[in-house]
């Protein structure tokens, strides 16, 4: 009966930090899974709580948490495809950086005002 009562309490501060995270509430989402996270180690919870650390701008965080519900429970698909949108989001961000200076030239180039560059 203990059991089942901590069970339903927890469900309840599970529920209850999802709705801060949908109102924008990071920091209150983000207390309250860490919390159930001190009492059980659980897939759902670790990718809930890497998504509260992504939208918080913790990126790191936010891999760490996800890595960490694949290795709990394989089989969490949604935990998965965070994870891939995450790193793929990740690589374009890399990229874009590394191609910005190029992007501004070949946009510089293109405006009518301006003749391109011959090779």
Do not use: C
Request: aromatic letters at 6%; a positive charge.
């Amino acid at each position: 009966m203990l059991n089942n009562k901590k069970s339903l309490i927890m469900k309840r501060q599970h529920k209850r930090a999802l709705k801060h995270y949908k109102h924008g509430h990071m920091q209150e989402a983000s207390e309250i899974l860490e919390n159930l996270l001190k009492r059980r180690d659980d897939s759902e919870w670790w990718n809930d709580w890497a998504s509260v650390q992504l939208a918080r701008g913790k990126s790191s965080d936010a891999e760490r948490g996800y890595r960490k519900a694949i290795l709990l429970q394989p089989e969490n698909q949604v935990a998965r495809l965070n994870l891939g949108i995450y790193l793929a989001l990740a690589v374009l961000m890399a990229s874009a950086s590394v191609l910005e200076p190029k992007v501004k030239t070949d946009i510089f180039n293109l405006r009518s005002d301006r003749q391109p560059k011959s090779i």
